[in-house]
Nanobody, 115 residues
Framework: VQLVESGGGLVQPGGSLRLSCVASGFTFSSSQMSWARQVPGKGLEWVSGFYTDGRTYYADTVKGRFTISRDNAKNTLYLQMNSLKPEDTAVYYC??????????WGQGTQVTVSS
């Protein structure tokens, strides 16, 4: 299993970024995929994800601002982040949960929201 995130960077408050996660080594199209984020010294927050039945979920902190999507032909998961706030600053991780509940993580991509 390999998950490779990209798209992070420095953006001003109110700006937008789109994160991508290219997956390999498993059947992406039928898999439960998620985005999580972590601020140093704080706990992990599950931001958004797809359940295996295709339903999506969002953390209350990002609802209405972030949109998750996937391109199964490209084995790629996306997170469109709009109206970014300084409190969205974190390392963002792509995650895949396999059939026995193991969670596989990408290396993470840094998102910094600052003026």
């Amino acid at each position: 299993v390999q998950l490779v995130e990209s798209g992070g960077g420095l953006v001003q408050p109110g700006g937008s970024l789109r994160l991508s996660c290219v997956a390999s080594g498993f059947t992406f199209s039928s898999s439960q995929m998620s985005w999580a984020r972590q601020v140093p010294g704080k706990g992990l927050e599950w931001v958004s994800g797809f359940y295996t039945d295709g339903r999506t979920y969002y953390a209350d902190t990002v609802k209405g601002r972030f949109t998750i999507s996937r391109d199964n032909a490209k084995n790629t998961l996306y997170l469109q982040m709009n109206s970014l706030k300084p409190e969205d600053t974190a390392v963002y991780y792509c995650a895949y949960e396999d059939s026995v509940g193991r969670i596989n993580w990408g290396q993470g991509t840094q998102v910094t929201v600052s003026s």
